[in-house]
Nanobody, 122 residues
């Protein structure tokens, strides 16, 4: 069974950090482009960051450059999103996803995690 299972979300104060993890099962993650997306209440889903199977950066949202870092550990079949200097506007449900080719276009991602809530508030 193909699955992406996220963990690591929660409540954090402004300026704090979180690391989201996304464990893949049923397929080999290192052959896929991986991406993180987020959706805030009342807003459309937006891309956070994506890297290709060769770890070439495909996309980083301009507002997140320097604060968020995407990575993968192929030995663990897991992807990560390190989030630093968090702001209240980063509050959203974060989703991991995998696509069979290099793309940042969400509809082309065929595997999705269930989402994890990140809330940045004092």
């Amino acid at each position: 069974q193909v699955q992406l299972v996220e963990s690591g979300g929660g409540l954090v104060q402004p300026g704090g950090s979180l690391r989201l993890s996304c464990a893949a099962s049923g397929f080999t993650l290192d052959y896929y482009t991986i991406g993180w997306f987020r959706q805030a209440p009342g807003k459309e889903r937006e891309g956070v960051s994506c890297i290709s199977s060769s770890d070439d950066i495909i996309y980083y949202a301009d507002s997140l450059k320097g604060r968020f870092t995407i990575s993968r550990d192929n030995a663990k079949n897991t992807m990560y999103l390190q989030m630093d200097s968090l702001k209240p506007e980063d509050t959203a449900v974060y989703y991991c996803a995998a696509a069979p080719r290099g793309t940042y276009y969400a509809p082309e991602y065929n595997y999705w995690g269930q989402g994890t809530q990140v809330t940045v508030s004092s």
